[in-house]
């Protein structure tokens, strides 16, 4: 019997009140809809790529169903973008849009939301 899907948000900058507004929000919806597992993690500043990097590497080991990736670089995360996928996780690209000639050279495509 499979349990509920988790889904991972991977954000940029939570201290920033932009970003405090959408985990707020991401968890009201979580709550409502009551059929996944939303776990929200994110960097302190927009410029810590090596640590939003690890926290998507982190997704992947935990095997989780689905990621929602706010990038901080577009071009940075790309491959751990690709690795995810590849991984059989489902990505969902929002806010910054990952650079789309690196997607496309490693065959990949996503949903983008912005």
């Known amino acids: 019997m499979k349990s509920i899907p988790t889904i991972g948000l991977v954000m940029k900058s939570l201290s920033a009140e932009f970003f405090q507004e959408m985990k707020k929000g991401a968890f009201t919806f979580a709550e409502k809809q009551n059929n ?3 776990i929200c993690v994110g960097t302190s500043t927009q410029t810590e790529i090596d640590l939003q990097i690890q926290l998507v590497e982190d997704f992947i080991s935990q095997k989780v169903d689905a990621i929602v990736l706010v ?10 973008t690709v690795k995810a ?14 650079d ?7 065959n990949v ?3 983008y939301v912005g």
């Open 36 to 38: 996944f597992e939303l």
């Open 71 to 80: 990038p901080i670089d577009s071009k940075a995360l790309v491959p751990v």
């Open 85 to 98: 996928i590849k991984s059989g996780i489902k990505v969902i690209n929002i806010d910054i849009q990952l």
């Open 100 to 106: 789309e000639d690196l997607l496309r050279e490693a």
């Open 109 to 111: 495509e996503l949903t």
